[in-house]
């Protein structure tokens, strides 16, 4: 299972797949255009304390988000491979200790 950041969005790819649209070219003929796309698990955002630590360490909620066509990305649009720590953490919100999902982006980019 992967992790990765993508412009303050953590999720887990799940999957790939590949795609191909067909298009008239202006001289009659038709062009394939294959494109790569990934399928990601969204982590929910902390509603209270998103940057709790400074960017980029993100805070999330333990549970992803609901399943949609967001869930559908270019893998072109992927930033970097980020690593997802679960803990207990007194966040000084009103919940007290709560369970989070600390993310911290490395200088990996993903190459596909």
């Known amino acids: 299972m992967f992790f990765f950041f993508f412009f303050f969005n953590v999720g887990v790819i799940q999957y790939f797949f590949q795609h191909t649209v067909t298009i008239q070219s202006p001289t009659g003929g038709t062009v394939d255009l294959p494109y790569t796309l990934a399928c990601i698990h969204w982590y929910k955002v902390h509603p209270d304390a998103r940057f709790y630590f400074g960017l980029p360490i993100q805070l999330c909620l333990p549970s992803f ?5 967001g869930a559908f990305m270019p893998v072109s649009r992927i930033d970097s491979v980020c690593v997802v720590a679960s803990l207990r953490y007194d966040l000084k919100t009103p919940n007290g200790k709560e369970r989070v999902a600390v993310t911290v982006p490395l200088d990996v980019k993903l190459h596909i």
């Not at 988000?65 to 066509?69: A, F, I, L, Y």
């Open 65 to 69: 988000e609901t399943e949609s066509v």
